[in-house]
């Protein structure tokens, strides 16, 4: 019975630090040499397909203050000198919210929508960062790598999300609450 019991509480310790810990590999991703020719180009914007995915399932395990620090640590692993450290953290908890306020609509629906969903949400978030980066340095930046990172995390969603939505916390057939059902235990449909 207490090992049942401790397996329990490492059961419920692992599922509120996965989405963390999933977000912190993918934030720590953004510094690795890969040789890839594009993907490379695309890793500044994966913790932003994380903090879609979880938010999805469980946004609950997003908080907000976990959200600011990822975001402020990309953006001191990502920015030079004199880039605006805290516009990462915006976006994220600007797409934790939009997804929240919107879940109705992507739980439970086709891949594509989601699909779409994440692409405007993206496109909201480089469109902010280039535009405050922009703005905090008064230079004119070019937009083509920031719409180049853009394409390449489009494709790539296909790719990672089905995995990403493996790892996350189960949620039982991935519906929202109200459509699921109400029958109790032990009642049956005719």
Do not use: H, K
Not at 69 to 95: E, K, T, W
Request: with cysteine.
């Amino acid at each position: 019975m207490r090992a049942d019991g401790a397996l329990a509480m490492l059961d419920r310790w692992g599922r509120a630090a996965l989405p963390g810990s999933v977000l912190l590999f993918f934030v720590l991703l953004t510094l690795a040499p890969l040789r890839a020719p594009y993907l490379s180009d695309a890793l500044p914007l994966l913790p932003v397909l994380v903090v879609f995915q979880f938010s999805l399932a469980t946004p609950e395990r997003l908080p907000g203050p976990l959200l600011l620090a990822m975001g402020v640590l990309l953006d001191l692993l990502l920015g030079g000198p004199g880039a605006p450290v805290g516009v990462s953290a915006l976006g994220f908890v600007l797409i934790r919210a939009a997804v929240v306020a919107n879940r109705r609509y992507l739980v439970g629906v086709p891949f594509l929508f989601q699909w779409v969903g994440f692409c405007i949400l993206c496109w909201g978030f480089v469109v902010l960062v280039w535009a405050f980066t922009a703005l905090w340095t008064w230079t004119p930046i070019d937009p083509v790598p920031a719409m180049m990172q853009y394409a390449v995390v489009i494709v790539v969603y296909p790719l990672l999300a089905p995995l990403l939505a493996r790892v996350r916390a189960r949620d039982p057939l991935n519906v929202p609450d109200a459509s699921r059902g109400t029958a109790r235990p032990g009642e049956t449909t005719s």
